[in-house]
């Protein structure tokens, strides 16, 4: 059972501990972030590690977006093991991607492979929105693999509307994709220069598992995020071994030769892993890699994060890890709006639903937990008379919801007490202080008895009629 904090002070003392360790997202361990930028919306693709991991233990995938880069919601865990038949089921969910073409969405995966005894192979998902419903068109492996397995798939999609599949661990291969993006449109080639230091970084010594013998490799390691940007193509990827740290190669030709770019973070803070890619998102560019950083986190139970950078002409920088979130977003949050309860900037003690489709809610919400929301805007001052309305999916123990401005025990904005009866959609409402105004940080505070008090599914500030 988890420790409940029934003082509002307790509370403020977890939320400075909390906040040292800067997650995405903070209701699950989400590595090998893959985000996706559609319209005005990220889309970020994630792993999942299970929360009493002690391994690799990663059953399915899990899905969230944002429109500031601030607040995510969660938008649930669309494909699991059990959506491809051809997948050991119940682990070996590792790094994934996705990309949209003509209003279809496909999710490249890596799973055990039951043919190959447990040996990962690439599979593909298709759905008609990033939420899905996804479901496997082919009922096989994309790109079975081989003795050493194949993973952590890179889509990309060039210029000229030619796709491109890459992957790999220690080494690294692409191939085409078909205009269906469900098959490969020519041979799979292993990539240029891999073995070449002035392609792929310094040479180092490795253990090749197969011989169980060390050989000598360039800096590559595995996770390759592949993207265009002007005339050049850039390949990111875990770099150096154990601990990784992320480096780049770039090149002139899909098919290189590739040139040796240099490091572009250091080993991941309490992770033996790396694995991200970056985006350009109104106007300004995020580089995702995970690191084991978030309460409860370590090598094997990994949470996303990102950092913001400025291009050096055509080249990547050196980005230092940070702590803390980003300093500015990209836009705010509308609170006279519908606002999901699984969209959030961070939070302590919650759990989201574990279900696919459109429809998600915060869970095991005990006395003294939390969330965050950044850069809340209200706009013109809030006249008397405004109310608060929260949507709960079930209530169990009973309690209430206590809105704050700007941090907890700060001006209280609202209280809205869970209305009595378990039945899904119930609506409790309270007043909203008058003559709040412009932008700021909103803390939900939940109290209530010992016991889990509720799930909740929205909420909504409003305006006087």
Known sequence: MKHRLPLLAAAIGVLTAAYASDPVVTTSFTPDPAPYVHGDTVYLF?????????????????????????????????????????????????????????????????????ARRGLHSIGVAV?????????????????????????????????????????????MWYAPLADDMISLAGEVREVA??????????MR???????????MKTNYEEGPWVFRRGDTYYIVYAAGGVPEHMAYSYASDIHGPWTYGGRIIDESPASFTIHGGSI??????????????????????????????????????????????????TGTLDPYSRVEAETMAGCYGLKTDRRAGSDHYITSVHNGDWLRLRDVDFGEELPAGAAMSVIFSAVKEGGCVEFYLDRPGGTLLARVEAPVGAEAGLVGTGDAKAGVSGIHDVYLLFRGGDSELFDVDAWQLHRPL
């Open 46 to 114: 994630t792993g999942h590690d299970e929360d009493d991991a002690q391994y690799f233990k990663m059953k399915d995938w899990q899905l969230f977006s944002t429109t500031d880069m601030l607040n995510w919601t969660y938008r649930g865990t669309p494909i699991s093991t059990a959506t491809f038949g051809w997948a050991e089921q119940g682990d070996n969910a590792w790094a994934a991607q996705a990309v949209e073409r003509n209003g279809k969405w496909y999710w490249y995966i890596c799973a055990g492979d039951t």
């Open 127 to 171: 759905a008609p929105a990033p939420e899905g419903p996804y479901t496997d068109p082919l009922g096989e492996p994309l790109v079975p693999g081989t003795t050493l397995g194949f993973i952590d798939p890179s889509v990309f999609i060039d210029n000229d509307g030619q796709a491109w599949l890459f992957w790999g661990n220690n080494g």
């Open 193 to 202: 220069g891999l073995n070449d230091p002035a392609a792929f970084g310094p």
């Open 205 to 215: 010594e490795k253990r090749d598992y197969a011989t169980n013998t060390m050989m």
């Open 280 to 329: 350009e998102f109104k106007g300004r560019h995020f580089m995702f890699y995970h690191n084991g950083l978030a309460p409860n986190g370590g090598g094997f139970r990994r949470a996303t994060t990102v950092e913001e950078f400025s291009w050096q002409g055509d080249s990547l920088p050196f980005i230092p890890h940070t702590r803390g979130a980003l300093a500015k977003g």
